[in-house]
């Protein structure tokens, strides 16, 4: 994806000191292997997508340990 800026927060100042904390979220998150939003790391399985209180039951369930 090459150089990412924020080109917006960069222009104002009140927003430009959280563009260094956008970055490095960013930077980690690819770094986990994320790639869509929401996605939560369940068990060890990715998951990807909102979800329910019963989605969260099936996950759990689907993926806890035996």
Do not use: H
């Amino acid at each position: 994806m090459g150089t990412i800026s924020f080109p917006g927060c960069q222009l104002d100042e009140e927003l430009s000191a959280y563009s260094d904390r956008v970055l490095k979220d960013y930077t980690t998150a690819k770094s986990l292997g994320v790639k869509n939003i929401p996605s939560f790391q369940v068990n060890g399985v990715w998951i990807v997508g909102a979800m329910d209180e019963k989605s969260w039951e099936r996950a759990l369930k689907a993926t806890a340990k035996r």
